[in-house]
C-alpha cells in the first residue's frame, strides 16, 4: 500500500541501507499534515451517509434520463447499486485520507475500473457530476477546517480526473 | 507491506466500512508520539554498529565454541556474515519501527528465515541469544538509559565511543515496548 512510510521504506530497503536523515524528514513531513487529513477522515465517516445520498441525488437530477427504460438506472436496483458505488469512493477517499496517499483510490477503486464501466455500459459522466458536487458542497468552516477540506478535496478530485 | 495509516484502511476495507473515530484516535496517538518514534529509529540506525557488533560479541562470550576452529564464526568469513545478518535484521526492526507495523519485517526478513538458517546450518539458539542482546542495547539507545559502567574511568578513549543522543527527555514507553515486540518477533520465528 502506497505512502510515505512505505515508500521511504521501500527505496531504504532497495538500497539496503538503515533509514537515512532525509527519510525520517519526509516522514516527519507527512506527519505534520497529517493531523488535516484524519480531521477531514473523522467528518467524513461522521457524515457519510449524507454524503452519499446528496452526491447520488446530484447525478440523477443532472441526467435525469438515466432511469428512463433501457438506461444504466432504470430500476431501482440499479440505482441503489449507482449510490453503493459513490459510497465505495467516499469509503475509499476515507482510506486514502487517512493513509495519506491514493494507494487504496488506486488499487481498490481506480485500477480496472474504467474497462468494468465499458463492460457493463455504465457511463461515468454521472460518476463526475456526483464527485463535482460533493466537492462544491464541501464548506469549510461549517463542514471541516481549511486544511482538512483541502485534502478532501483533492482526493475528490483526484477520482473526479480518473473518471473523465 | 503496510504501515499503522495502511494498516487501518486494510482492515476496514475488509469490512466495507469507514475508518471511523474509533481506529482514528489510535492514529492520532502515532501522530502525537511521532517525534518520539522518529528519535528512536535515529537512535537504532546512529548506533547500528555498534548495537549489532556488541550483539555478536556478546553472543561469542558466552558460547567461545563459536570463533574456535569447527565453529560457526570460526573464518572471518562466516564472522563477517553473523555480523551482516545481525544488521539485516537491524534494520528490518527499524523499517517496522518507522512504520508501526511488522509487515515489512515478517515479509521481507522473517518469512523462510528459520528454514535458511537450518539448511545452511547456522545454530538458531545462538543467533536468537544474538538478537536477544540486540534488543537490550537498542531499547537501552531508544530510552537513553545506556551506561559506561562496563567502562573503566581511566579508559578515556573507550569513554570517548560512548554515545548518547542529545534529545530532550520524554516518555518513550510505548515505542520501545513497540520496538521489543519486534525483536520479540524475530526471536519467536527463530525458535
Known amino acids: 500500500m502506497k505512502s510515505v512510510v512505505t515508500t521511504v521504506v521501500t527505496s531504504a530497503d532497495a538500497a539496503g541501507r538503515m533509514p537515512s536523515a532525509s527519510d525520517l524528514e519526509s516522514v516527519q513531513g507527512s506527519i505534520q499534515r497529517a493531523s488535516a487529513r484524519l480531521e477531514a477522515a473523522e467528518k467524513l465517516s461522521a457524515g457519510f451517509d449524507a454524503v452519499v445520498k446528496e452526491a447520488g441525488d446530484a447525478c440523477f437530477s443532472k441526467y435525469p434520463y438515466l432511469k428512463q427504460a433501457g438506461e444504466a438506472g432504470d430500476n431501482q436496483g440499479k440505482v441503489d447499486k449507482c449510490y453503493r458505488d459513490i459510497g465505495h469512493y467516499m469509503r ?8 495519506g496517499g491514493t494507494g487504496p483510490l488506486d488499487e481498490w477503486g ?12 455504465i457511463p461515468t459522466a454521472p460518476y463526475v457530476a456526483a464527485f463535482a458536487q460533493a466537492r462544491d458542497r464541501g464548506c469549510s468552516p461549517r463542514d471541516m477546517s481549511p486544511q482538512a477540506l483541502a485534502e478532501y478535496n483533492s482526493l475528490l478530485s483526484y477520482v473526479i480526473e480518473s473518471l473523465s | 507491506m503496510l504501515d499503522a495509516f495502511s494498516r487501518a484502511a486494510v482492515s476496514a476495507d475488509a469490512k466495507t466500512a469507514c475508518i471511523g473515530s474509533g481506529e482514528i484516535a489510535a492514529l492520532k496517538q502515532y501522530i502525537a508520539k511521532a517525534n518520539t518514534r522518529l528519535d528512536a529509529v535515529n537512535a537504532i540506525t546512529s548506533n547500528a554498529n555498534c548495537i549489532v557488533s556488541d550483539a555478536v560479541a556478546g553472543m561469542i ?3 567461545t565454541g563459536l570463533i574456535q576452529a569447527g565453529g560457526n564464526c570460526y573464518p572471518n568469513r ?3 556474515a553473523c555480523l551482516r545478518d545481525g544488521e539485516i535484521i537491524l534494520r528490518y526492526i527499524a523499517y517496522a519501527l518507522l512504520a508501526g507495523d511488522p509487515s515489512v519485517l515478517d515479509d ?3 518469512n523462510g528465515l528459520k528454514e535458511t538458517y537450518i539448511a545452511l546450518g547456522v545454530p538458531l539458539t545462538s ?11 537498542t531499547l537501552a539507545h531508544i530510552n537513553e538509559t545506556n551506561t559506561e559502567a562496563q567502562v573503566a574511568e581511566s579508559n578515556s578513549m573507550l569513554q570517548q565511543r560512548y554515545n548518547k543522543m542529545a534529545t530532550v527527555k520524554g516518555d518513550c514507553s510505548m515505542v520501545s515496548a513497540e520496538a521489543a515486540s519486534y ?9
Open chain 1, 92 to 99: 475509499l477517499i476515507n482510506y486514502c485520507l487517512v493513509v
Open chain 1, 110 to 121: 481506480i485500477a480496472g475500473a474504467r474497462e468494468v464501466y465499458r463492460t457493463l455500459n
Open chain 2, 61 to 63: 562470550c558466552e558460547n
Open chain 2, 78 to 80: 562466516r564472522m563477517a
Open chain 2, 108 to 110: 521481507r526478513c522473517l
Open chain 2, 127 to 137: 543467533q536468537a541469544r544474538a538478537v536477544a542482546i540486540m534488543k537490550t542495547s
Open chain 2, 183 to 191: 525483536f520479540d518477533r524475530v526471536i519467536s520465528a527463530l525458535s
